[in-house]
């Protein structure tokens, strides 16, 4: 799942140490509920009463419930958009043929029937899956939601000349060779989705994939009415299939969702639908957005990022009760590209590993609470086949400090016994990925690895460290990013990471270029295997291919510290969304 940059004010030194210490306290729980030091007990307030469990429990319409956010969607558009918040979002207009469970926690990940009457039916090979659809779905304007309507929505998957952006898993799954044109230019639809009726929709898959109906659950999945379809312009007003529907959009600035009458509640087992209307307000300023939240003017932080470090001393000082501090699922980390010298050589790739301290790199992401626990390992702790144990370069051992002999044991190996000189790329927008860098760059001096610093402009990833060209160029031999899930398994998290297909010229995530025909033929392996606990090994021996090739450091399995209005009802966080609120489920008092 695409990070989302949100730039945060730097912070100085002393105001670090306080938040650590107001971390600590909190990390102790206990005390008086009355102070929101209580852990909640599944009711109304308390520090962390909205992770695993549900915050404000209530079953009462109305209100206006108030987003406040500093980053737009990068598309409204449901085939477009890429950032989990506004996938989360999205669910408040879209509807899918399943969707996520609305419940706490890991249970948020169990997929439940939406538009369709069940989950898929599957054949024994794996290749067919067939839904019917519910009775009684519509459109705002009230006519039915068809089979049909639902086969163009995921076709415009492929109309990636006019709508980039999105994810595409669906699209590689159903069409690996690409000959399929899209909607605009091949009316005719693809072959491998079948409607044989209004109320029935077959998918025929090339192969078996185990992951295919987490696909078809993201809003990427969503239905589209061909009439409607303003192609390029359909994020400024999507047509909705859910509960609410635009009323006002002004990109950067102000979203409202206002009730869709058209909504049947009967048809939607999912989405409880409570807040009369639904406003978003898009300001520039981060520490200005904590002050409004914490003031109480505003419910919800959009873009689920976390409160900044001045925003965590004000909330866990005087409102512990309204925070709660969720697993993201997300790993923070850094990437060695293999096209930059010397991380062409494994050896060089082990030196810059235990050259790190990792204790530093954690405590400038924000400590245990703030920042997670350091990572140990490439695979998130909520996706099948993660074990946390797993350690091969003792990153978490010994408090997390450098391992200096072993550094410079493997600078000898790869012919650099001095050390050598590299260049970290940091974003621009995110405090954090430089308070990062230097916490690295401290530890590595120390070995001999001097690398300096560039933080290049956060909005045009896609274009810098995301180009190898441009990454060779810049001697670009450390990439500070952080990935999370697009669906919660090997596939939907490291495939667009680790496979050799994914190595783009433009647009790349596989910053460390891997291209290793074992790992390739894994992923493959991963997908035809229907069993979940075989499916889970493979993905275990996926991850420890990655770890052993020393492709990446893992800095933390990140946590966040959010905030949570007093007003707000039916709060808790979901794996589904990154520990984000689930967004559907939320009222206000």
């Not at 002050?291 to 419910?299: A, F, H, M, Q, T």
């Not at 590595?444 to 990833?461: P, T």
Request: net charge neutral; glycine share 10%.
């Amino acid at each position: 799942m695409r990070s989302l940059g949100t730039s945060r004010r730097r912070s100085a030194a002393a105001s670090a140490v306080v938040v650590a210490a107001l971390l600590t306290t909190a990390a102790c729980g206990g005390g008086d509920s009355d102070n929101g030091d209580g852990d909640g007990g599944g009711k109304g307030t308390g520090f962390n009463a909205a992770v695993d469990k549900v915050a404000n429990p209530s079953d009462k319409k109305g209100g206006t419930l108030k987003f406040i956010g500093v980053q737009d969607a990068d598309s409204w558009d449901t085939t477009r958009g890429y950032y989990g918040f506004a996938w989360n979002f999205m669910r408040y207009y879209s509807r899918q043929l399943v969707t996520p469970a609305a419940v706490p926690g890991e249970g948020g990940l169990e997929l439940k029937p939406d538009l369709a009457k069940s989950t898929a039916k599957v054949s024994e090979d794996g290749k067919t899956y067939t839904y019917e659809l519910k009775d009684g779905i519509t459109w705002q304007d009230g006519k039915p939601i068809t089979a049909q309507d639902i086969k163009y929505g995921i076709e415009r998957q492929w109309a990636q000349d006019v709508l980039s952006g999105g994810p595409v898993h669906v699209k590689n799954t159903l069409d690996p060779e690409g000959k399929y044109k899209g909607p605009y230019k091949d009316p005719g639809g693809l072959d491998a989705i079948q409607t044989p009726d209004d109320k029935t929709i077959v998918f025929k898959l090339p192969k078996a994939n185990s992951d295919f109906e987490q696909m078809l659950s993201m809003t990427s999945s969503s239905p589209v009415p061909k009439a409607k379809d303003t192609k390029s312009k359909y994020g400024l007003s999507p047509f909705s299939s859910g509960p609410y529907k635009f009323k006002e959009y002004s990109p950067n600035k102000k979203l409202v969702l206002v009730r869709n009458e058209n909504w049947k509640r009967s048809t939607d087992t999912v989405r409880k639908a409570l807040p009369g209307k639904i406003t978003v307000t898009l300001i520039s300023n981060p520490d200005e957005l904590d002050k409004r939240l914490i003031s109480g003017d505003y419910d919800v932080d959009l873009n689920a990022t976390g409160l900044s470090p001045a925003g965590r001393a004000s909330a866990l000082k005087e409102h512990k009760g309204n925070v709660d501090n969720p697993e993201t699922g997300f790993i923070r980390y850094a990437a060695f590209p293999q096209s930059v010298k010397p991380f062409d050589d494994i050896h060089c790739r082990k030196a810059a590993i235990y050259g790190s301290d990792h204790k530093s790199i954690q405590t400038a992401r924000g400590g245990p609470m703030g920042g997670g626990d350091i990572g140990t390992n490439m695979l998130p702790p909520v996706v099948p086949g993660s074990d946390t144990s797993y350690d091969p370069y003792g990153l978490a051992k010994n408090d997390g400090a450098a391992n200096v002999e072993k550094a410079k044991e493997e600078l000898k190996k790869c012919g650099k016994p001095n050390g050598f000189k590299t260049t970290i790329a940091v974003r621009n927008n995110k405090d954090v990925e430089v308070d990062t860098a230097e916490a690295m760059q401290a530890s590595l001096k120390k070995v001999g690895i001097e690398a300096q610093i560039d933080e290049y402009d956060g909005a045009q990833i896609a274009g810098i460290v995301g180009n190898p060209k441009v990454v060779k160029k810049k001697n670009y031999g450390i990439i500070v990013m952080g990935w999370g899930p697009d669906f919660n398994s090997v596939q939907g998290y490291g495939k667009p990471l680790w496979h050799s297909v994914n190595i783009l010229p433009n647009g790349n995530n596989n910053f460390s270029e891997i291209d290793e025909p074992k790992i390739d033929k894994a992923f493959e392996k991963f997908e035809a295997e229907l069993d979940e606990d075989k499916a889970a090994e493979i993905a275990s021996s996926i991850n420890k291919q990655v770890m052993e090739g020393a492709y990446y450091l893992p800095f933390t399995f990140e946590k966040m510290l959010t905030w949570r209005s007093s007003r707000l009802t039916n709060a808790y966080s979901t794996y589904a969304y990154s520990g984000q609120y689930d967004y559907a489920s939320l009222g206000v008092k």
